[in-house]
Nanobody, 127 residues
């Protein structure tokens, strides 16, 4: 099994910053660098939405248009951690954020491409 444990999140005002982290562990975890890692978010009544990903090995990153230029995804393979730095937050960024891992390492923009998920963490941005 592979477990993803998230930390961070909370309530902030518009324009402020937050950092989300996600640590991987478990007996089933292979070389962490081989996993593509991503962040998704979801609001009630809507589908889970892609936010950002960082590919296996190369560290290639991709972002949704709504967060490009404001959010930064990074990974520390030694610490088995992926981080989402969120700057200049807007009320429409409010959601439950999930980290996800894809054991195949390929770039996937949809949630079905990920086999492992964190527990979710609430981010609320007030105007």
């Amino acid at each position: 099994q592979v477990q993803l444990v998230q930390s961070g999140g909370g309530l902030v005002q518009a324009g402020e910053s937050l950092t989300l982290s996600c640590v991987a562990s478990g007996d089933g975890l292979r070389t962490y660098a081989a996993y593509a890692m991503a962040w998704f978010r979801q609001v009630p009544g809507k589908e889970r939405e892609f936010v950002a990903l960082i590919a296996a090995w190369s560290g290639h990153t991709e972002y949704s248009d709504s967060v490009k230029g404001r959010f930064t995804i990074s990974r520390d393979n030694a610490e088995k951690t992926v981080t989402l730095q969120m700057n200049n937050l807007e009320p429409q960024d409010s959601a439950v954020y999930y980290c996800a891992a894809n054991k195949d390492g390929d770039v996937q923009l949809g949630p079905r491409g990920y086999q492992y998920w964190g527990q979710g963490t609430q981010v609320t941005v007030s105007s």
